[in-house]
């Protein structure tokens, strides 16, 4: 399908500098994570060696379990990110990797790694209702 007129320049390098800040907090803040879940399971016993209460190691598990699933979700919009960078990087970021038509500007401002145009978006999760 033929695709509609590209970013300019100046356009993809402010969505660059936005997509590589979220990436920088994206890539803290699941090290920040990975440490306090390191911290918690050292924590986990008692100066004294014996297992701290039931309710306790419950809650611990709790928020390593909690916190696991934020990380993978941070993953997840970071290889998006990576991918809009690539598109920024081949020229063609903006433009919807389905119909190949030019993304909303608002869409993109909102959700600056967001790879479909809401039509496309629309589509997709209606396909994926139905399975």
Known sequence: MPTTKKLDRKILDAYKKTL???????????????????????NSKDVSGHALHMADV??????????????SNDREVLNKIESALKRISDQSFG????????????????IPYVETCLKCQEKLEGSAGRR
């Open 95 to 110: 433009l919807c990797i389905e119909c190949s038509k030019l993304i909303a500007t608002a869409r993109l401002k909102a």
């Open 20 to 42: 590589m800040h979220m990436k920088e907090k994206l890539v803290h803040d699941i090290k920040n994570m990975a440490h306090e879940s390191a911290d918690s399971e050292a």
């Open 58 to 71: 419950a809650t611990d598990m709790y928020d390593r379990e909690f916190n696991l699933g934020l990380a």
